[in-house]
């Protein structure tokens, strides 16, 4: 459904130490990649995260290279952002289930990652979900991994001391 942004979460605490943002974007059409780096760059600022842009050709590539930049760089958290609008093949299909795996994949290995890889049926539903004053899904993809790297600090930061071991550990 199209419409304002649906973010309706307040903005988490990230903690004292510093946010580092990675946004991988797919610029094949480029009026929609730039309205979704637009938004998404907005709201990682609202938050006091710093972010660098890297480019990949298209959709597949987006999840190879959340998972090298994770494995290799130092940011904490990811944004994809992409278009992928339905043509007369299946290669549609492939490219929208394919880049939703992977980036799946990667966030059940625990990193935070925001996925507004857009599928439409035609450009205007991209670009009324890409533009910030309308969909905002740019904005929307950002704060879901700032969320989640929001959370995943505030269990790190938790006492250990919860079950069986921790138990035992801090006994005399």
């Known amino acids: 459904m199209a419409g304002s942004s649906t973010q309706s979460l307040a903005r988490a605490d990230l903690g004292e130490a510093p946010a580092r943002v990675l946004i991988v974007c797919a610029p094949y059409y480029r009026d929609i990649a730039d309205l979704l780096l637009a938004g998404a760059r907005a709201e990682i600022e609202a938050w006091g995260a710093t972010h660098e842009t890297v480019e990949v050709p298209g959709a597949l590539e987006i999840p190879p290279a959340v998972a090298l930049a994770a494995r290799l760089g130092d940011h904490h958290a990811f944004v994809a952002l992409g278009c992928v609008i339905r043509g007369e093949t299946t290669h549609y ?28 049926e035609n450009e205007e539903q991209a670009l009324v979900r890409a533009d910030p004053a309308r969909g905002n899904k740019g904005a929307d993809a950002a704060a879901a991994a700032l969320h989640l790297l929001a959370f995943s600090r505030r269990l790190t930061r938790q006492e250990k001391g919860v079950g069986f071991l921790g138990r035992l550990g801090g006994a005399a």
Do not use: F, K, P
């Open 93 to 120: 299909q492939t490219v929208v289930e394919e880049s939703a795996r992977g980036l799946t994949l990667l966030g059940l290995q625990g990193h935070c990652i925001g996925n507004a890889i857009l599928t439409v």
